[in-house]
Structure formats: structure tokens, C-alpha cells
């Protein structure tokens, strides 16, 4: 680093949504977010979905028994909701002390959904336990209909789903997961307390466009999919506002090569690799820069009710090559803007 680099020092972040997978691919991604976050809240569509409290424990164990030696890195659980999901559930998540919350993904969203739940009426008993007990609902915001254009899936679930449910359980506490639009900002923004949002690193650093530049993009394929330029400005406009309810969350979604590059190829973008650097470009971009801090490590922590981290990590401006691929299990993993550049690295403070 040259001394005239710019730096800054953040208190050390969280990342609020995130895929770790299990096995040898959870061995194999694992390091690198543990490298950045302190803690982060681990999505549970395994197959089998983790969806009691005590499947969420197992995972956790091994989740810490694949952090390479030495690291200090607290895994935040989540269950996932199915139409069975029995309310006497939420008290034991709440009793188990490390799981946070339930994610709601509607059925057939996205991948690993297909125990999602089919109509949200079903789950009505335990929105109620969630709402007593302070439980977080983390909603995955698309409708399934493949009637419904897949750019206005997540508006759809504003009006028809997110809206309605933020009244009929007043007290709810909702975390409006990777949020996409400008109707998913205008609902945030107007909505009642306790409710919040996520924002992908892809989401606020690409559009579209980047889907079929040249042509078809399988790596830069997510489901919420990337949107308008427009809506990623109104995305960019909440970041450098430092609204306290919108916060960092990476949805990192590792898949193998042969399972991205295939005829149907599977949704999901990995972004651990640079899962702090890539907001700092997004950030930069929006000239806020000085609301990173609060977006990583503090708004999201508040949300859900911990304590800030105590570390701190910091932030240099040097330009880095991302590698082409890094290993996964038998396969490899194509990490964002593989072969390309990213403009800011990270370093643990002197
Ligand atoms: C996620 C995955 O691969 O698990 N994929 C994605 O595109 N975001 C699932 C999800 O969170 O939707
Ligand atoms: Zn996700």
C-alpha cells in the first residue's frame, strides 16, 4: 500500500443474510466471511430446510467446527418456515438463545424453496408466537406466480403479501430481505416501526444491463433478479441517506460452476470473496462513504437487538485482481467480477 492510500477503520460489520451451505462447500466458503464479519445470519435452505431448533443447533455446531482454527466468528441462526411449522417452534428457537429468527420463503421462489410456504394465512399461528416473543421475520418478498413478470415479483409482494401482513401483525418485527426496487424503498420507507431491510453488494453495484452484457451472464443471476437502473439509484439514494433501516446483507449465495453455467442454471451470486469491499465501491460511488460504518456495523446489530462488535477492520483503497475461480468441494466457484478488479481491500488494523 502506498502511504498515500486512502483508508478507513470501521468497527467490525455483520452480515445479515447470508448462504454457507454445509459439508465441504461451507469448509470452502466459510473463511472468507469470517475474515470480514464478525457475525452473520445464516439463511437455513439446506436440503433438508433447517427448520426446527434443533437442526438450526446442529448447523451452527458445524459451522464452528469448519471456521479455521483460531477465528472468532458467531454464527446467527434462522429457521425456515414451512406450512407445518408448529408455533411451540418459536418458543424453543427463542429458549435456544442463538437463533433470531424465521425466514419466510414463499414456495418455489428460489432456490432450495420448495418446503416454502404455500399461503401465508397457513403460518398465521406462529406470526402470532413471533409477535409475542419478538422472533425476527425475514422474508424473502417475491411472488411464485409465473403469471407475474419476474422484474415486478417483488412489488406484487408488497401489495398483495408484505403490506397486508405488516397490519395484520402490527407488532411483527420484518426484515424485508435483498431489496431490489424503487417500490421496495417507497415500502420501507412509509411503512411502520420495526420494519427493515437488507441490500445486496449486486444489487447497488449493477443493473440488468449486467445480465446480458455480451451475452448471457449466468454468474450475475440472483433471484430478487437485478433490476432498472433507476431502481438501483433509488437503492443507492436510502445508502447515502443513513437510514437506520436499511442494512447490510450480502446474500453471498455460493453455487458450483457446472450448476451456474447449465442450461437452467441456479440463482444465487458469491460475493464473500469481497463481501465488505464491494459495498466500499458502492458507497464511494453514492459519495457516502462516511455512512458505511453504520450500514455494516451498527444498524443491522440495532435491529436485531445485539450488541455492536467490539473488533474493528479497516478499509484500503488498492486496487486487487479477483481470482478467475476458487476451489468448491469437487467443483469450482466463479466469485463476482471473477478476473476483474475491485478497488478496495481489506486489512486488519495495526
Ligand atoms: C439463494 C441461494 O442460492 O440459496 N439464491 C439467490 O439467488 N439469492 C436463495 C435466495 O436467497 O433467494
Ligand atoms: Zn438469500
Known amino acids: 500500500m502506498s502511504s498515500g492510500s486512502l483508508s478507513i ?30 457475525r452473520a445470519l445464516i439463511m437455513p435452505n439446506l436440503k433438508p430446510a433447517v427448520s ?31 406450512d407445518r411449522t408448529d408455533p411451540a417452534e418459536v418458543d424453543r428457537a427463542r429458549a435456544s438463545g442463538c437463533i433470531v429468527g424465521f425466514k419466510l420463503y414463499p414456495a418455489g421462489a428460489t432456490t432450495h424453496s420448495d418446503a416454502g ?24 418478498g417475491e411472488v411464485t406466480d409465473p403469471r407475474v413478470d419476474i422484474f415486478e415479483r417483488e412489488s406484487r409482494f408488497i401489495d398483495t403479501v408484505l403490506a397486508p ?18 417500490a421496495a424503498v417507497r415500502f420501507v420507507l412509509s411503512a411502520r416501526e420495526g420494519i427493515a431491510a437488507t441490500l445486496t453488494p449486486q444489487h447497488l453495484l449493477m443493473n440488468r444491463n449486467a445480465l446480458f452484457a455480451g451475452g448471457l451472464r449466468p454468474h450475475h443471476y440472483c433471484l430478487p433478479v437485478l433490476k432498472s ?13 443513513g437510514d437506520p433501516r436499511f442494512f447490510l446483507g450480502t446474500d453471498s449465495a455460493p453455487h458450483g460452476r457446472a450448476a451456474k453455467e ?46 455492536r462488535n467490539e473488533g474493528r477492520i479497516r478499509l484500503v483503497k488498492t486496487d486487487w485482481d479477483v481470482p478467475a475461480s476458487y476451489p468448491f468441494g469437487a467443483d469450482v466457484l466463479i466469485p463476482l467480477r471473477a478476473g476483474e478488479r475491485i478497488a478496495w481491500r481489506i486489512e486488519e488494523p495495526a
Open 52 to 82: 426446527t431448533a434443533e437442526q438450526a443447533l446442529s448447523y451452527r455446531r458445524r459451522i464452528l467446527d469448519a471456521l479455521p482454527a483460531g477465528t472468532r466468528f458467531e454464527p446467527l441462526m434462522t429457521l425456515y418456515l414451512t
Open 117 to 140: 410456504v404455500t399461503d401465508i394465512r397457513r403460518v398465521d399461528a406462529v406470526l402470532a408466537r413471533m409477535q409475542e416473543t419478538g422472533l425476527v421475520l425475514e422474508v424473502h
Open 165 to 182: 401482513l405488516a397490519e395484520r401483525f402490527p407488532r411483527l418485527r420484518i426484515v424485508f430481505e435483498h431489496i431490489t426496487s424503487r
Open 262 to 307: 447449465a442450461a437452467c442454471g441456479c440463482a444465487g451470486i458469491f460475493s464473500a470473496h469481497a463481501g465488505l469491499e464491494l459495498y466500499a465501491e458502492a458507497f464511494e460511488a453514492a459519495g457516502a462513504l462516511e455512512r458505511l460504518e453504520a450500514f455494516a456495523s451498527a444498524y443491522g446489530a440495532d435491529f436485531y437487538g445485539l450488541p
Open 9 to 38: 477503520t470501521l468497527r467490525r460489520p455483520d452480515d445479515m443474510h447470508l448462504h454457507v451451505r454445509d459439508g465441504e462447500s461451507l469448509r470452502a466458503v466459510l473463511p472468507f466471511t469470517a475474515a470480514r464479519f464478525a
Open 229 to 241: 437502473e433507476a431502481d438501483r439509484e433509488a437503492l443507492l439514494g436510502v445508502i447515502a441517506s
